[in-house]
């Protein structure tokens, strides 16, 4: 079946570092691919999305390319802010499972300090 | 507003008690996914509605959980009997279907369920 991993977390780093949050995946066929971010209190919001191999997803400063020879999917910020601080959730969708479920990774905690 | 809506906000209630939670999908959304986030199990796809198709029931974990839409817009998440391992946040998502392909999903809030 379809599963996603993702670096453990907590993460965290100082105002304005790099970012990079590891993501792959196992899946049959050619799944979609998604970041969702969880600010505090709040519910899950789409980052980013991609749906082909090659393709690279982009919102808000974040990056994530659909690397299908690797399958991976990681998620990159050149420079983080604090209110960048949020769970981050790497997720799929299979074309192949009924109804395009999402199959979703860990999280992984992001605390990005002044 | 015109995101997914949920209610309550937050529900306490008793073990064995029975639990209704709502969803109000985003105008339009003919897709509506109901998924459980836990300690321990992370985020878990519990049941999927498209349109008037029968319902994939395939991610529910017992036969306490039961779903139901009604014409096609607002659906009804029941647990009966609640167990303590049953507290969660039990959020809802939808989306739209184009082209035979499911668009991104929208999540509401969610309900954060708490057994005593």
């Known amino acids: 079946g379809n599963s996603v991993t993702q670096m453990e977390g907590p993460v965290t780093l100082s105002e304005e570092a790099f970012l990079t949050i590891n993501c792959t995946y196992t899946?049959?066929?050619?799944?979609?691919l998604f970041w969702y971010v969880q600010y505090p209190g709040e519910g899950l919001q789409l980052l980013l999305k991609?749906?082909?191999?090659?393709d690279k997803g982009s919102n808000k400063g974040f990056e994530a390319t659909y690397r299908k020879e690797t399958t991976s999917f990681h998620l990159e910020k050149g420079s983080v802010q604090v209110s960048d601080s949020a769970v981050y959730f790497c997720?799929?969708?299979?074309?192949?499972?009924?109804?395009?479920?999402?199959?979703f990774g860990e999280g992984t905690q992001l605390t990005v300090n002044p | 507003g015109a995101g997914v809506s949920q209610s309550p906000s937050n529900k306490v209630t008793e073990k064995g008690k029975d639990v209704e939670l709502r969803c109000d999908p985003i105008?339009?959304?003919?897709?509506l996914y109901w998924y459980r986030q836990s300690l321990g199990q992370g985020l878990e796809f519990l049941i999927y509605?498209?349109?008037?198709?029968?319902?994939?029931k395939s991610g529910l974990p017992s036969d306490r959980f039961s779903a139901e839409r009604t014409g096609g817009s607002v659906s009804t998440l029941t647990i009966q009997r609640t167990q303590q391992e049953d507290s969660a946040v039990y959020l809802c998502?939808?989306?739209?279907?184009?082209?035979?392909?499911?668009?991104?999903?929208?999540f509401g809030d969610g309900t954060r369920l708490s057994i005593l």
């Open positions: 998502a939808s989306s739209l279907r184009q082209g035979g392909s499911n668009q991104p999903q929208h």
């Open positions: 899946a049959t066929g050619y799944p979609s």
């Open positions: 991609a749906t082909k191999a090659d």
């Open positions: 997720a799929l969708s299979g074309r192949e499972t009924s109804g395009s479920r999402l199959t």
């Open positions: 105008s339009g959304h003919t897709a």
């Open positions: 509605f498209q349109g008037n198709s029968a319902p994939d």
